[in-house]
């Protein structure tokens, strides 16, 4: 069947749903629906490990009876589970509260022209090729180095899927998109010591993804070079997050400019709009609707259409992220940020990744972050890290076993510079980026 | 073998036990060693206060079966989320293709074996009206304010969920079971001037939700929670920053098991260790740990959100010695690691759902009780951290390397517990750490029932536990 059709038939689904909810006595409902197929097959030592078919899908809805919510969701999509799932939502509005917050996102906001945004660029799913994929990454990756000892394998991932979203407003829109990626895993030893690390790509396009060879290799260059790591002193030194980990320092933001976080006073970026987080020269774009990106999207999680939106301007808070319900609590409307942001590009200032290792002249590279030592309510930031200590920007020797803590606001106003070498694999686009003195915790 | 559970599961679909024994066989037409289908069906609802009234409540059905055919360390794996006899050959001519056609396995006739309940087998959900949970929610609600009358933010949450499963093999394993889960969460926020400071707390287990309004030492269990909540939030709001660096560090009993989770439970899971991947891989029957320190993995507590009457591949669960006086004595398996590497599977298969691989996962771990009282403990340091309480952690189990963050902690200055201090995280090498216990509490308890394990992007709930101990070195990631 023709993906147009099949998604023609989803949103026929999502129409009868919204009516049945309209039937037995809802004033506005919305649901959303998805289907996902896919293959996973795994290597390990070259030979194929697991080869999984995957076969996703599931309808969730939330239905308002005056300004009370109900919701519910199936993964069976038989008639009766449709149904069963109606009746569970309309039920649960029976039993929670009035809340004038509550309720659909305004008419006006809804999204209603829906260009292309290049997502879906189907391929069979070919266990056979995945395998090749996933084993021919493996060869290169033991192939490396002698240090590589052993694999924790590769693995190719394939998917392609379709999702719906329709309100009781009249939008009901769908869209597909794929999804293709490969990671490998490595081990490498060297006496007593043994260390992992690992690579991936991914992309909407089959042909986006790296070589499976380079993967590997990737893979083990990154396994080797931990081997022999050391632990250092405590000390106050800039901190160079390598690209590869340099999203979730913005991720980090993210949660704090939310409005789920704002209204529930639970930001340390509460009452800071327009103010001077980060350094001047320091801007944030959002691209909702950039062609092939991992994060496009023409609507958010409510049918809010999304908008370019400079987050970041000239260093400072321009906007707070909002759904729905969090814009009528703080006052305000949404921002088209029901389920995320779309597509972050954070801005460089034009040092290529050696140049940076330079800027920072002594100090810490680090390549990876451990554990979850952040809280958004205060902005106080203590981490797991591994990576490499630096002396008068030369690399001279893996670091391990330490972390790296200070506090958010200072490490925001801290920024000395951005690499313009991005890593472009999540909804997050960002460089390596150099913050001076952070604590870091060894010996 | 619950009636009830076949029929819902297989009957009502137009399945019977023969039909499952065809549909192995289908799979051992190609060149297979095992196989097993797993059918399951699950009902999750939530409920959520905020603000003082009942903002959010959701509900979930699920239903599926997964099929997995194995040959060698090959495994095919299909899933469908319909349970017909059509969707069932659809996953079995799927999963069997990781093998060529030829196969000369018999399927064994399946047989139920006998094994004791590890729970209540009532459904939570339907357990109690809900009127009565949102009047429980309001409770806590009502008790949070009534300790605390200036606060702002409450946010009370209460889940609930109820699976059937029903799990066929060709080695002839045939076995049902009733799972509900329950849990409540209550979190706030205190405010002073411009300092902010969020406090947490939740319980719960293998039960109905009656059990929150139990009393435990007199008191409801719902109010504990609260008080906790409330006492982590007031700590953290006269914190000071945490110290930087490397420390003797004295852990709390209970939820700070999160410790040996990641330090030693990952490290010793049967998958790891067949691959070579693991920091302990080939260590059986050395010290790896100090000596006095035994560790244990349990899935046969009683109502623990970490137990299991059967683990999801069929075998009763056990309870393990992991570690016995310091000297690895055992790993965590399930039937496909156990079977290559020559042992039996130890009751510790688990998958999240019908749509995942079962692997080796812990189930309630924990290490036993010493002789220690947890005060002369702390008389021992004259300077170092004291944590009580923790948020999650993370561990690299090939370098052994583990971190794991405190959300509650204090200096501890000359034999003293005294200011309590910003959450840090603390970093340590599993195999150096475990080395270093130098005192061991008398005090060993099990945490709340709050833990959720993540392993390979599947998420399962766990129990951890672990009395007073002293570790004389730890990385603590203070900014003091």
Redesign the interface.
């Known amino acids: 069947m023709q993906i147009e059709q099949q998604i023609a038939e989803i949103q026929n689904v999502v129409d009868d749903v919204l009516k049945m909810a309209v039937g037995k006595g809802a004033t506005q409902a919305e649901a959303s629906m998805s289907k996902v197929q896919g293959i996973a097959v795994s290597s ?1 030592m070259k ?12 309808l969730g809805i939330s239905v308002y009876v005056g300004k009370h ?10 008639t009766q ?1 449709l149904a ?2 109606v009746e ?2 309309i ?9 004038p917050c ?1 309720g659909l996102a305004d008419e006006q906001l809804m999204a209603t022209e829906f260009p292309d945004l290049e997502l879906y660029h189907p391929q069979d799913l070919d ?1 056979q090729h995945a395998m090749r994929v996933a084993i021919d990454a493996e060869t290169a990756a033991l192939e490396y180095d002698p240090r590589i000892v ?1 694999s ?1 394998g590769a693995s190719y991932n394939a998917n392609l899927g379709m999702r719906v979203y329709g309100n009781t407003h009249g939008i009901n829109a769908g869209y597909p998109s794929s999804r293709y990626s490969l990671s490998c895993m490595m ?1 490498g030893a060297q006496g007593d ?4 690390d690992y690579a991936y790509t991914v992309s909407r396009k089959p042909d986006g993804l790296k070589a499976a060879a380079e993967v590997g290799s990737e893979a083990s260059e990154a396994t080797v070079s ?1 081997l022999g ?1 050391q ?1 250092i002193n ?1 000390a106050n030194v800039p901190v160079l997050l390598h690209k590869d980990v340099a999203s979730s320092l913005f991720g980090h933001y993210v949660s704090a400019i939310s409005g789920g976080s704002l209204y ?3 930001s340390f970026l509460l009452d800071k709009l327009g103010e001077q987080i980060f350094p001047e020269w320091l801007n944030i774009e959002e691209k909702p609707r950039l062609k092939g990106g991992l994060a496009s999207s023409n609507f958010d999680a409510e049918g809010v259409v999304t908008r370019d939106l400079n987050v970041v301007e000239n260093g400072r808070l321009a906007h707070y992220l909002f759904t729905t319900y969090s814009s009528r609590k703080m006052g305000t409307t949404s921002t088209g940020h029901a389920g995320g942001i779309h597509n972050w590009i954070i801005g460089d200032t034009g040092h290529s990744d050696a140049d940076l290792l330079q800027e920072m002249g002594t100090g810490l590279l680090v390549t990876e972050l ?4 952040v ?1 958004v ?2 902005g ?1 930031y ?3 890290a ?1 990576g490499f200590w630096v002396e008068n920007g030369i690399i001279q020797y893996p670091v ?8 958010l606001k200072q490490m925001y106003a801290n920024i000395r510079a951005i690499g313009r070498e991005r890593d472009v694999r999540g909804g997050v686009q960002t460089g390596s980026v150099l913050i001076d003195n952070m ?5 | 073998m619950s009636n009830n559970v076949a029929r819902h599961l297989l009957t009502d679909s137009g399945l019977e036990i023969s039909s499952l024994e065809q549909a192995l066989g289908q799979i051992h037409r190609h060149d297979t060693d095992y196989a097993d289908l797993y059918f399951q069906s699950s009902q999750h609802e939530s409920w959520v206060l905020e603000d003082g009234i009942i903002k959010e409540g959701s509900y979930n059905i699920e239903r599926g079966v997964g099929v997995r055919a194995i040959s060698g360390e090959k495994t095919g794996f299909a899933y469908s989320d319909e349970i017909s006899p059509a969707a069932l050959d659809k996953a079995c001519k799927a999963a069997r293709t990781i093998a060529p056609a030829g196969g000369t396995h018999q399927v064994r006739g399946l047989s139920q074996g006998s094994y004791p309940t590890r729970y209540e087998q009532d459904n939570p959900i339907l357990g109690m009206a809900e009127a009565e949970k949102v009047a429980l929610l309001k409770a806590v609600d009502a008790y949070v304010r009534k300790q605390e009358p200036g606060i702002n933010q409450v946010v009370v949450s209460l889940t609930g969920v109820y699976e059937e499963v029903l799990v066929a093999a060709s080695d002839g394993t045939l076995a049902t079971d009733v799972r509900p889960l329950v849990r409540l969460n209550c979190s706030v926020l205190l405010e002073s001037g411009d300092r902010r400071e969020r406090g947490g707390a939740g319980a719960g287990g293998r039960h109905t939700y009656s059990f929150f309004s139990s009393d435990e030492n007199g008191r409801p269990v719902y109010e504990q929670l609260a008080d906790d909540a409330l006492h982590m939030a007031r700590v953290n709001m006269q914190a000071i920053a945490s110290p930087a660096g490397t420390m003797p560090v004295v852990l709390g009993s209970g939820w700070p098991g999160v410790l040996l989770h990641e330090a030693v439970g990952h490290g010793l899971e049967g998958d790891f260790n067949r691959k070579g991947a693991s920091t302990f891989s080939g260590k059986m029957g050395q010290q790896v740990a100090a000596k006095g320190v035994t560790v244990v993995d349990d899935g046969t507590m009683q109502d623990r959100r970490g137990s299991l009457s059967v683990d999801d591949e069929g075998t009763p669960t056990q309870r393990n010695v992991l570690i016995e006086d310091g000297v690895l004595t055992g790993y965590m398996q399930d039937k496909m690691n156990a079977r290559l590497m020559g042992v039996k599977p130890t009751g510790n298969g688990r998958r999240e759902s019908y749509a995942h691989l079962p692997m080796p996962r812990m189930t309630n771990t924990y290490m036993l009780g010493g002789q220690y009282d947890p005060q002369e403990i702390i008389k021992t340091i004259d300077r170092g951290i004291y944590a009580p309480n923790f948020a999650g952690g993370q561990v690299d189990i090939t370098s052994g390397k583990f971190v794991f963050s405190s959300a509650e902690a204090y200096l501890i200055e000359n034999g003293k517990i005294t200011a309590p201090v910003k959450g840090a995280t603390l970093i340590g090498n599993g195999p150096e750490v475990m080395q270093k216990i130098s005192m061991i509490g008398n005090d060993v308890a099990l945490d709340r029932g709050v833990g959720v394990c993540g392993k390979d992007g599947q998420s399962v709930p766990v129990g951890v536990g672990q009395p007073t101990l002293k570790i004389d070195e730890l990385t603590v990631g203070g900014t003091a």
């Open positions: 390990r030979e194929v490990e697991n080869v999984e078919f995957t076969n996703d899908g599931g919510k109900g919701s519910a969701s199936t993964a069976d999509l038989s589970a069963l799932t569970k939502a039920d649960i509005a029976r039993y929670t509260s009035e809340d509550t266990p052993n924790d081990i010591d043994m260390q992992r931990r790591a632990k405590t529930r006073r639970s451990m554990g979850q030592g809280s309510v205060t106080d203590s981490r797991g591994a391990h076993e330490i972390t790296i803590a200070g506090n604590k870091i915790a060894g010996n």
